[in-house]
């Protein structure tokens, strides 16, 4: 299963911040995520209490989940599957080349699953 | 959008805010309205390096990268925070900048670190860092560029582990290199400056042509260098001190800058500079009647042969320096 960590809400209009569903980080299942990637991660934090670094997390809920991210997991795919195939298209910070439709998705859960083909399907390059 | 925490840890390990400075990056706002702090622990990877460019920032409102307290390295690289990767590690377009106590390592011979201004008032700064790369001789370790831009480049080791260059700032405007050490592999012209540029206690070596090059008329002192340049540019400096009499080690890819047990040419030879109170790894400067030159301060023992020092945030006392029960 690969990761991808994708964008959600435009950073800015100009062309050199990230965007709406702009892939920003991809890793293989199992990798750890920060509290402000991972809806999961801030929310099993706030269940735990204090961090290792003595903060007090109770306070992380899944009502105040900051949402700048979502993780979305593909199915019987790697991340070298899914960074050859970003980089198979363009050229220099290849995932910025691309984007993901998260149109209908519910972004607010923080992560879902979905196969190769319904990744396919709303993965497209960027028109220039 | 959201904002990111500040200071905001990266940490790819897991248990910080990020587990990388792109998905950092995303978080600030295109214009800031505080400082924002990343505080790097462990080893960061970008595969295809950051840009930093948009950002509108100030002196206030700055974007800083540094080693967490406690993740910090000993002036050697592999041993602290630090962020490797390619295609330029971290390519900076941002008017106020600065990377403290990190170690930025390129893997693909291309920048580790290259700084230009925006287009305003700006200061870049590199402090307290080890900045390294195979760098072929058209990118660099460190490229910094464009004119009327203000860059300070303090206590950092910056090293090329091939045959190539190490610093271009051809064509800055201010440029300060203060307690630095430049090493190359053999190749030429590893730290060229140009005219208006400041470089004091600083060593440059291993070239196989000219250490110090310089387009113009540069200032500063107390330099050092492998072959003749020092002297011929900059006075009260040394020569023909070759970076394996002077380091550790200079043997390519497993480089240690840390001064060479019994050498003492660089101790107490220094100029003092009233911005630079500590080195690399936060010993204060000066240690003996003067600064040293480079970027380790040594701690003398009363004789002649310097103590490296060991005073590290979070590190454990060598041996030496143990309380002994009696």
Partial sequence: ?128 | MPVAPQPSTINAGGGGDYTSITAWKADIPATLTQEQDALVVGAVTEATGVPFTGFTTTSSNKITIQGKSGSRHTGVSGTGARITGGSGVLRVQVDFFELDWIEIAATDGNYAVSLQRSGGTNSLKIQHSILKSSASVSNFVLAALGSTSNYIIRNSILYATGANRVYDARGAGTLESDNCIFYTQGGDFPFLNDAGHVVKNTYVGGASNQCFWSGGTTTGSNNAGSDTTATAQFSSSINSIAGSTAYTSVTATSENFTTKTGFTTFTDVGVTIAAVTDDIIGTSRPQGSAYDIGAFENISAGGSTPWQSFVQDNQPLPDTRRAVAI
Wanted: aromatic share 8%.
């Fill in chain 1, 1 to 128: 299963v690969a990761q991808i960590l994708i964008k959600i809400g435009d950073q800015d209009a100009r062309p050199e911040f990230f965007k709406d569903g702009d892939p920003l980080v991809i890793v293989e299942d199992g990798a750890a995520w920060g509290r402000r990637e991972s809806k999961d991660v801030w929310v099993a934090e706030g269940l735990a209490g204090v961090d290792a670094d003595g903060v007090n997390r109770s306070g992380q809920t899944a009502a105040n989940w900051p949402g700048g991210f979502f993780i979305l997991r593909v199915l019987a795919t790697t991340a070298a599957q899914v960074i050859n195939f970003l980089q198979a298209n363009a050229d220099g910070i290849q995932q910025r080349a691309y984007t993901v439709d998260t149109s209908g998705i519910n972004v607010a859960s923080g992560s879902i699953s979905a196969t190769r083909a319904q990744v396919l399907a709303r993965i497209s390059l960027k028109s220039s």
